[in-house]
């Protein structure tokens, strides 16, 4: 009797299923046809690799199938391929995407046998003095069926030890852990392993990760070829890292959440600042003691621009002065290479920005622009009535500069790439990267430079350099009042990246930050070591101003962005649809329903021609 199977090809333009006939000598090959089997088919006379999606399916009458021409490797496995086909839908994109995402980089024949979860001794024991918030968040965890509970939101400080955590998981059986850089995901599974645990680091142990006990990853972690599981932690939930700026803009942090659920696994989101998205998702919001969690988080010093004497120049205020004149490794942070639009008061140092949405306003002829709206207005400060404004426009390499004959010390600059030759050796072994690998230097000593150092740069700056006595942000301001919707949670998560240059409260780091908004919620947080006055307030703007996540988003741009709008203006749940724009080539869509949101993308035809639907963009 003739076999046939479901074969979906890997072209994204199709994405389409088609059905294939399954030859004998096929079934009884090495590797077994099942749903996820890589295989290789003819389409279109062309020899295209697919993946099977359906077993045994109807063959039509009157019509020859084509056979599949060769089973070529093992592929995702069937829970994995269905997470894809909600993946697809959830973000607008193509199921040969996600695919892709959970399939091997070379081919495997076969996977290891899978043992059941035993833990070594040395975890164990270790798990008996689990800290009480711990267990408290792994009970509020707790999945409530098969189909999987709310996940619970644990806030860790940055420098914070979170082996904790990744041992109670343990304790609870297979797991999955998800960081958002590979040398932090490296220096866990390593440690892990020396426990003696069996450990796959994801997509590199690829064949490993469906035996492993626990398996460790980063981005593409989440779709990693491991059985059911049990517990799902995922740490810097916040992190952009997680989230890709190309279409599908699919999150591992929910991709996490939706596989666990599913799994019915325990699912922690864990974070300095726990984003607005994990909150409205999760249960509740742990941490740990205050005392503790204030320790986790370094001093942070507070420079009002608008006190300083205006003789100390554009950049460079009093408190910033006086730390590039002494001694020690200070990282300076400047998010700007050319000219920015941001304007400050002459007279009485107040930033220009929009009473409504908080953002700067941009100075241009003596006027003043919103950059949500695009309502003009006279450049007149409405804390003085003054008419006179300064540009902040002075970029890294003209801070550099300045900051050489202030400093009378050479200045590296950093905007991207590697650090150069003469910067890593002062930095010590292990620079590149070491500086958001937080689990590495919480147990072993943190790099130290031969010698202090200066260094100045774009955020780049924070990845590359290991460590600092100072980490000193030139103009915060830009980051806080930027024209996105995340602004605040962009800059919230620049300092958890600073704090983990500088270290604890306890040691001799800090953070300087120059800012002209010294009471923005932000800054307090971070002051405070606690974000909770933050988040609520951030949580309730975005509900007002119906914002991801109390509102779905999706960006349409490209050449046949045009015809799908309009057959999105006419087609289902038009009605409830928000629609706004073209601006610059882009349309908004808005929804305050996802799945009606998601129902009307998919249901709309799209036109011939380059298309990005964008879901929940970071940068909006």
């Excluded at 479901?6 to 090959?29: C, H, K, M, N, W």
């Excluded at 979860?117 to 003095?129: C, I, K, M, Q, T």
């Excluded at 803009?249 to 699912?267: F, L, P, Q, Y």
């Excluded at 689990?439 to 202090?452: D, E, F, L």
Aim: glycine content about 8%; charged content about 25%.
């Amino acid at each position: 009797m003739q076999r046939a199977v479901q074969v979906l090809v890997d072209e994204p333009a199709i994405d389409r299923e088609f059905t294939y006939l399954l030859p004998p000598e096929l079934v009884s090959g090495r590797v077994p046809v099942n749903v996820g089997t890589i295989v290789r088919v003819v389409f279109n006379r062309r020899r295209l690799r697919g993946w099977v999606t359906g077993l045994d399916a109807t063959i039509p009458g009157g019509r020859e199938l084509a056979p599949i021409s060769s089973v070529v490797g093992v592929g995702p496995p069937p829970h994995v391929v269905e997470l894809a086909r909600w993946a697809a839908r959830r973000w607008a994109g193509t199921q040969v995407h996600f695919l892709r995402t959970a399939s091997p980089d070379r081919v495997v024949k076969g996977l290891p046998t899978s043992r059941p979860v035993s833990l070594p001794n040395v975890v164990s024991d270790e798990g008996a003095d689990t800290p009480e918030w711990v267990r408290d968040a792994f009970a509020e965890a707790a999945p409530a069926s098969a189909g999987g509970g709310l996940p619970a939101v644990v806030r860790l400080g940055p420098c914070a030890d979170e082996w904790p955590l990744v041992v109670e998981a343990l304790r609870h059986g297979r797991s999955l852990v998800l960081v958002p850089t590979a040398a932090w995901a490296a220096r866990l599974a390593g440690r892990l392993r020396q426990t003696g645990v069996s450990t796959a680091l994801a997509p590199r142990d690829w064949p490993g990760a469906a035996s492993a006990h626990v398996v460790v990853g980063t981005r593409a972690g989440a779709w990693a070829p491991c059985g059911r599981l049990d517990a799902v932690v995922v740490f810097d939930e916040h992190d952009e890292a997680y989230q890709g700026e190309a279409a599908p803009t699919w999150n591992a942090r929910d991709a996490a959440v939706e596989r666990a659920r599913r799994d019915g696994a325990r699912c922690l989101l864990v974070g300095p600042m726990p984003s607005p998205d994990a909150v409205l998702s999760g249960s509740s919001v742990i941490a740990a003691a205050k005392a503790d969690e204030r320790e986790a988080w370094p001093r942070v010093q507070i420079a009002d621009r608008r006190q300083d004497d205006p003789a100390t120049g554009e950049w460079c205020g009093e408190a910033l002065a006086e730390l590039l004149r002494s001694d020690g490794t200070v990282v300076c942070v400047l998010n700007r290479t050319g000219r920015a639009r941001l304007a400050y008061c002459a007279s009485c140092g107040e930033l220009a920005r929009s009473r409504l949405t908080g953002r700067a306003l941009r100075l241009e002829k003596q006027q003043f622009t919103d950059p949500d709206s695009g309502d003009v207005r006279p450049a007149v400060c409405e804390f003085c009535g003054a008419t006179k404004f300064r540009r902040a426009r002075v970029g890294v390499k003209g801070v550099a500069e300045e900051m050489e004959r202030l400093a009378r010390r050479a200045v590296t600059q950093v905007v991207g790439g590697a650090v150069p030759d003469a910067t890593s050796a002062s930095a010590g072994p292990g620079a590149a990267g070491a500086g958001v690998g937080a689990s590495s230097r919480r147990q072993q000593p943190r790099p130290q430079a031969r010698q202090p150092a200066l260094f100045i740069g774009t955020e780049a700056v924070l990845h590359r350099v290991p460590s600092a006595d100072t980490v000193a942000f030139v103009d915060f301001d830009q980051e806080l009042t930027a024209p996105r919707y995340r602004a605040g949670e962009e800059a919230f998560a620049l300092l958890v990246r600073a704090a983990r240059l500088v270290g604890t409260r306890s040691g001799s780091g800090s953070i300087l930050v120059q800012t002209r908004l010294p009471d923005h919620p932000v800054l307090a947080a971070a002051a405070e070591a606690d974000p909770s006055d933050w988040l609520r307030a951030e949580v309730e703007r975005r509900s007002a101003m119906r914002q991801p996540p109390a509102a779905a988003w999706a960006l349409v741009s490209g050449a046949a962005a045009p015809g799908y709008v309009e057959n999105l203006s006419a087609g289902l749940h038009a009605e409830v649809l928000d629609i706004a724009g073209p601006a610059d080539g882009t349309w908004r869509i808005r929804s305050d329903n996802q799945n009606v949101l998601l129902d009307a993308l998919a249901a709309a035809e799209r036109p011939s021609g380059r298309l990005r639907v964008a879901v929940d963009p970071l940068r909006a």
